[in-house]
């Protein structure tokens, strides 16, 4: 899941002429601080107090409880994975991450491994590279941080959920469908915190990935949801404070000093 420079540009509310990038980027217009897509502010971040039970088949059901009331995740928690962050070249602290893997396992597994830097190559020393106030955090850019010319893209979950299947398979086809599209039909970008994929386009999800600071419904089915940040938005909340070029790039280095998993239950 390792990114590199998008295959193409965004189709659908793509980003106003800017210099050229070999970033992957959202889709999302400038014309959007001018009133054209309104954007609402971001409410002030309560303290989330978690609590969470097992599911029969074990996995972590968990309840994020603020002041102003119960906000249930949007699914299932199947692991858990951590950035400690830098600004300046200070410690910001702590940005815990709890993860879809039921519903989106392929997407989850690369990002889990990403953290961990299992295969000899990760997030770990990734630089927020764009930031923009009231919208969102990006990261996880692979090729700005010279690791090399791995490129690895990853099909969407429905067409990965329908592959191979042959025509005494239709049925299956359509059911697995019908799956596919409900999951995209439920998990949206809902508000702050959501974690999800940057990508060109279908079928080029790569590494880079963005958190969310407001509530993005015109990221819908464009765009893979996976996770929820658990604890730390006081720091996702630091980065987007962030001052940034015109370009939205972060006039101080903000980069994950280190990175892994933690245990669901902790």
Request: glycine share 10%; with cysteine; hydrophobic share 40%.
């Amino acid at each position: 899941m390792a990114c590199m420079p998008a295959v193409s540009a965004p189709s659908v509310l793509a980003p106003a002429p800017a210099p050229a990038s070999t970033r992957t980027h959202l889709c999302y217009s400038t014309e959007m601080r001018r009133g054209a897509l309104s954007l609402r502010p971001a409410r002030a971040i309560p303290t989330l107090r978690l609590g969470g039970h097992r599911d029969a088949r074990g996995a972590v059901v968990v309840r994020a409880t603020a002041a102003e009331g119960a906000v249930e995740l949007q699914a299932k928690v199947t692991s858990k994975c951590f950035f400690d962050v830098e600004v300046g070249g200070e410690p910001a602290g702590r940005i815990v991450i709890g993860l879809f893997g039921e519903v989106v396992p392929k997407t989850v597994d690369n990002f889990r491994a990403l953290c961990t830097g299992e295969k000899g190559y990760g997030y770990k020393g990734c630089s927020f590279h764009r930031i923009i106030k009231d919208f969102m955090i990006q990261g996880g850019d692979f090729q700005q941080n010279n690791t090399g010319a791995y490129r690895k893209l990853i099909l969407n979950e429905v067409l990965l959920n329908c592959k191979n299947v042959d025509v005494s398979g239709a049925i299956s086809l359509v059911l697995k469908l019908r799956g596919s599209l409900a999951y995209f039909v439920a998990v949206k970008h809902v508000g702050p915190g959501v974690l999800s994929m940057a990508n060109a386009g279908p079928n080029t999800n790569g590494s880079q990935f963005f958190i969310c600071t407001v509530k993005t419904p015109w990221l819908d089915n464009r765009h893979v949801v996976f996770g929820h940040v658990l604890e730390g938005m006081d720091v996702v909340k630091q980065l987007e404070s962030q001052e940034t070029s015109r370009s939205d790039t972060p006039k101080q280095p903000c980069r994950i000093v280190n990175c892994g998993e933690v245990p669901l239950d902790s």
